[in-house]
């Protein structure tokens, strides 16, 4: 009896043991077996979990538009009243995105261009694609900046020429399908198109954009580090856009679709926009 009550204390003390070395492992092992679980489901590459929801993004993108609709502009010109804005909207579009010509490279990043698609929402929209919107004349007040960044009276004498010659207004009436991404023709860009190699012959905040890519992106995949997952590398050949000076210029950031882990609610993210051609800083609080 007493030769067996030891040795069930042997094994008690023995199993406690093995159960403190097991649990000691595992605390010891356990950040490391999580990261390894995270990365293999984070890492962008096409065995990955999160692979298929990267390549086509699954949830709903609402986009929504709006716009100030100008509702004395002859006092405007008069100089005898200060502008009385309208604010109309939303108008309301779904986007979706779709990555294509995806390449992988040797050195942990991929190259890939999105295609973006915009649908409209008439049950998410206030108003209809057929409001009359009366707004600035941006073709108009482009040339004209552009005129007087150059400095040159004999430009001023022609932009004065063509303006009159066409009949041109600082304001003009369209439509909101018009101002986004139908489209609507403009003298001045037919003008300037004879002169310069413009890419579009209409003038839209979105016109010719439905259906297209943002370019060539090269991204890290989180491969060689999971923190740099989805960092763009470059955009179109690019680490630097001319359009800002240092340090706008940078093209840095993420392309949006997936975080690095261990990210808090108070963290500061940084994203890089194709639209304007620079990058953005923003906490995950105010997505």
Known sequence: MFCSLKRKIMLLILSGLIMAILSFALYISFPTIMDNAIKKRLVINEDSDSYKYWKDVPVPIYIHF??????????????????????????TFREAREKVNITWNNNGTVSYKQIKRWYYQPDRTNGSLYDVITTLNVPMVAAATKGKEMNEDLIYLALEEIFNHYNTTWFVEKTVEELLFKGYEDPLLKVAKAFMDLPYDKFGWFYARNDTDDGEIVAYTGENNIDAVDEIYSWNGMTEVPSFDPPCNMINGSAGDTWPPNQSYDSKITLFVPDICRYECKFLNQF
């Open 66 to 91: 709006y716009f100030f609709n100008i509702t004395n502009p002859q006092e405007i010109w008069d100089l005898t009243s200060k502008p009385v804005l309208e604010e109309v909207g939303p108008y």
